[in-house]
């Protein structure tokens, strides 16, 4: 069983070919300010991003014919988690859609280099939406909360914790935060994540990039000021928020480097990024009515030792705490694939 995974990202793609599980190629090919500069919208960079992928394949002797090809999903429309089927609707939706981001490429490409000889499907994506009736509910009629979030990290995350654990997922009450660029918590229920953030337009805590949650009136007056255009806005909730717009980066890395050499302002902005993380999940506590399995901590900036010490500090009273450095996307969507092809689970229509 041979697939090809596809996971495009805003300065990168990755690609890998997993044989009956096993990796036998990883490569992540990197894309410049430079290079993606003559593509106005994501969509443009389709051909470029394709011939890409296809040059690292001839280049590793890889032929083009695989048992599956999955991709990660894009931010199309708000779906239930599982395995997709790539079909034209998606293909629409992806070209049509309101929000623009890399991984809304993976689908197009997919089944462009499958060419009708394969199945071709998406995993979990990011616009996964299972919430509860009252976490839609917002403060006006006129508006309705959305999921936007780790779906498939968090989702490999609790089946793997699960296993470990003699469990299944699906027997468990988990709050799962991902902490990267972005920071999305959600409450899983039993197999479903009825509560979670939209990481990507603004809610929820701020990450490195993006701002989270803002005062409503003063956003508004912002936007009113006549200083900035509505694209700087939205640059300014997700890309330049967060830590970034703070301390002028979003290298973390750079940022524990600063602390450690005594900056009192990149200490400042951490703790407080700790202080709502952890208000998130507390308030996902509640979500569970304290029925809390478990607390998993996950994404790229779990490496970093001082943060999670510090949310177990302010967490730690409500469940065990369980750190899984990093994300896995390729083996998770490798795993959704062979699962379907298995026809160990359902291949859902978009």
Not at 177 to 206: K, M, Q, W
Not at 260 to 285: C, F, P, W
Request: hydrophobic content about 40%; proline content about 4%.
């Amino acid at each position: 069983m041979i697939i090809l995974v596809i996971n495009p990202g805003s300065t990168s793609t990755k690609i890998a070919v997993f044989e009956d599980g096993e990796a036998k190629f990883n490569k992540t090919i990197r894309h410049s300010a430079e290079e993606l500069a003559p593509f106005p919208k994501i969509t443009d960079q389709l051909d470029f991003r394709r011939q890409m992928i296809l040059g690292e394949l001839e280049k590793a002797g890889i032929p083009t014919k695989f048992d599956a090809i999955v991709a990660r999903g894009g931010l199309t429309k708000p779906v239930p988690c599982g395995v997709y089927a790539i079909d034209d609707n998606m293909i629409k939706a992806t070209f049509e859609s309101e929000h623009q981001h890399a991984t809304d490429l993976g689908c197009v490409i997919a089944r462009e280099i499958a060419k009708g000889e394969c199945p071709c499907y998406i995993a979990d994506p990011a616009c996964s939406d299972e919430l509860n009736d009252y976490a839609r509910v917002c403060g006006n009629a006129m508006f309705s909360r959305i999921s936007i979030w780790h779906a498939l990290n968090q989702r490999a995350i609790a089946r793997r914790f699960a296993k470990e654990n003699g469990k299944r997922y699906e027997d468990l009450n988990l709050i799962i935060a991902h902490l990267g660029g972005g920071i999305s918590v959600a409450a899983h229920d039993h197999g479903r994540a009825v509560d979670t953030n939209n990481c990507l337009d603004g809610e929820g805590p701020f990450s490195p990039e993006r701002a989270g949650s803002l005062p409503a009136r003063d956003l508004v007056n912002l936007c009113f000021s006549g200083q900035y255009t509505k694209e700087e806005i939205i640059k300014m909730l997700s890309g330049k928020g967060g830590v970034c717009s703070h301390l002028g980066t979003t290298d973390m890395m750079e940022v524990e480097s600063r602390m450690d050499a005594g900056d009192e302002k990149a200490r400042l902005v951490v703790d407080s990024m700790i202080y709502h993380i952890a208000k998130a999940i507390a308030e996902k506590g509640a979500v569970l009515c304290g029925n809390i399995d478990a607390i998993i901590i996950t994404g790229g900036i779990a490496y970093w030792k001082y943060i999670v010490e510090e949310l177990k500090k302010r967490i730690g009273w409500m469940a065990p705490v369980h750190v899984y450095p990093g994300e896995d996307e390729m083996s998770a969507l490798a795993d959704n694939a062979a699962l379907a092809l298995r026809g160990e689970i359902e291949v859902k229509k978009y």
